[in-house]
C-alpha cells in the first residue's frame, strides 16, 4: 500500500470488521487493565536545605495510567470505536464483572470516583473529533489537552455534586480534589501526550498490513 493511501485511510478511521471488533474488545482490555496497574514514576526536583542527600532530590510519583490508555484508545479507534470501547468497559463494570478499582455494580454510580470514569466518553469524542483531521502536533496538543481536562473537570464536579449531597466538609472536598485531580493532571497530559503520539504510529503501522 503507497504512504499516501496509508495516511489517508489512518485519518478516516478504522472501519467496522471482524478486526475492528477484536480491536475494540482489546482496548476495552486494555482500560481494565490499566484500572489495576500502577507505575512509578522518578525524576529529580530542585529541594533547598542543607545535608540532603541523593534521595532527597528525587521524587516518585505512583499513577493508575487509565487516562492516558483512554487518550491511547480515543486516538487509535477514533470517536466511534472509542466510545463503544469505555461503554462496554462500563457497562461491564456496572452489570457484568467488578472491573472498576473499587469493585462494581449499579451502585458504583454513588462512588465520589465514578465521575472521572464517566468522563472518559466526552473525552474520547473531544479528542477523536479533533484528530479526525489529522495527528498534527497542534492536533496531538489540543486533543490531549481537551480530553484529559474533561476527564478531570467533569471528575471533579461529580465528587462535588455527591459530596454536597452527603453533606460532606471543604476539608474532604479540598482533600479529594488534590489526590484525584492536583499533580495527577500533569502527570496524565505528559503521559497522554506520548499515548496520543504512540497511537499515531500503531495505526499507520496497522493499515500498512490491513
Not at 158 to 169: S, T, V
Not at 184 to 208: E, N, P, Q, R
Amino acid at each position: 500500500m503507497s504512504k499516501v493511501k496509508v495516511i489517508k485511510r489512518q485519518i478516516e478511521g478504522i472501519r467496522l470488521s471482524l478486526g475492528s471488533i477484536f480491536l475494540v474488545l482489546f482496548c476495552t482490555f486494555l482500560i481494565i487493565l490499566a484500572t489495576f496497574v500502577q507505575i512509578d514514576i522518578s525524576h529529580f526536583i530542585i529541594q533547598k536545605g542543607e545535608n540532603l542527600s541523593v534521595q532527597d532530590y528525587v521524587y516518585t510519583y505512583k499513577i493508575i495510567p487509565q487516562v492516558p490508555v483512554v487518550m491511547f484508545i480515543g486516538a487509535f479507534l477514533g470517536r466511534k470505536f472509542g466510545i463503544t470501547s469505555v461503554l462496554l468497559y462500563i457497562l461491564s463494570g456496572l452489570f457484568v464483572i467488578p472491573v472498576f478499582a473499587l469493585g462494581g455494580g449499579v451502585g458504583y454510580v454513588l462512588q465520589y470516583g465514578f465521575g472521572y470514569i464517566l468522563a472518559y466518553i466526552p473525552a474520547v469524542f473531544f479528542a477523536g473529533t479533533i484528530l479526525k483531521s489529522g495527528f498534527s502536533l497542534r492536533n496531538i496538543l489540543q486533543a490531549v489537552l481537551t480530553g484529559v481536562l474533561t476527564i478531570h473537570l467533569i471528575g471533579t464536579l461529580y465528587m462535588l455534586f455527591l459530596a454536597g449531597i452527603h453533606q460532606e466538609g471543604w476539608i474532604f472536598m479540598k482533600g479529594w480534589i488534590y489526590a484525584q485531580s492536583g499533580i495527577k493532571i500533569f502527570y496524565d497530559l505528559v503521559l497522554s501526550f506520548g499515548a496520543v503520539f504512540l497511537a499515531k504510529y500503531v495505526k499507520i503501522i496497522l493499515w500498512a498490513f490491513m
